[in-house]
């Protein structure tokens, strides 16, 4: 299972009104698992950065202006989610921006339905509760001080641990490492920190033989004395 964590940081909240895409941040998970492939660009948004953008992201229209436009990078974005699930925190935000870049050169929207949104499973999973980044960081103990700016790669970075533990912890699947096993029996250890108890002895009384002996002459031709 495939899945691209993304992110994106624009020029304002409203593509509608005029603004643009700055910066793309993804990461890719195989199965719930980091593969370590990624891909971030920034990029010139053909108009200016409001101050109120700026201090959110800390990019300014300098150091924009040589950076590629989206028509330039957008195969190379394509190719890279090709048609994985796209997991996005507030999903409806970046995928508008996106589609609205898709659409102004002439290429299909993406259709929503290939988000899953991490706000949406927050806010289901914690009713009442704070579920911006940072607040689900601090829940989770993921470590976001270096978070002194939104960043699309640092943030897309901080949203897959989030989103593994949305979904369960890091190991969903349930397999457990060597440290969690029993030595020598490969059942888990008792979670609780009790030492594992010595086998017990099972052997029957004469009594109890002698009642098995009683039921099995009552059965007709078993298999076993064929």
């Keep these: 299972m495939r ?3 993304l ?3 624009t020029t304002g ?3 509608k009104s005029g603004h643009r895409l700055v ?3 993804c990461l890719e998970l195989d199965n719930h698992i980091p593969t370590n492939r990624t891909y971030h660009v920034y990029l010139n948004p053909e108009r200016d950065v409001p ?3 700026y201090e959110v992201h800390g990019l300014d229209s300098t150091f924009l202006s040589d950076k590629p436009r989206f028509s330039d990078i957008v195969d ?15 999903a409806s935000f970046d995928m508008g921006f996106i589609n609205a870049e898709l659409t102004r050169i002439g290429y299909d929207p993406l259709p929503s339905d290939r988000a899953i949104d991490t706000l949406a499973m927050a806010r289901e999973q914690f009713p009442g509760a704070q579920a911006s980044l ?6 989770f103990g993921v470590d976001n001080a270096n978070r002194t700016v939104h960043g699309a790669l640092l943030d897309s970075q901080l949203l897959a641990d989030v989103y593994l533990e949305l979904c369960g912890g890091r190991q969903p699947d349930l397999e457990l490492g060597a440290d969690q096993a029993t ?5 888990p250890a008792i979670g609780d920190g009790r030492a594992p108890q010595p086998p017990r002895a099972h052997a029957p009384t004469a009594e109890e033989a002698a009642a098995h002996a009683r039921f099995l002459e009552r059965l007709k031709e078993p298999l076993w004395w064929a």
């Design 3 to 5: 899945e691209i964590v």
């Design 7 to 9: 992110d994106t940081e």
């Design 13 to 15: 909240i409203d593509p």
């Design 23 to 25: 910066e793309i941040g």
């Design 51 to 53: 101050a109120e953008a």
């Design 76 to 90: 190379s974005f394509l190719n890279f989610i090709d048609n994985a699930s796209l997991v996005i925190h507030n």
């Design 134 to 139: 940072d607040a689900l960081c601090r829940r």
């Design 183 to 187: 030595p020598g029996t490969g059942m």
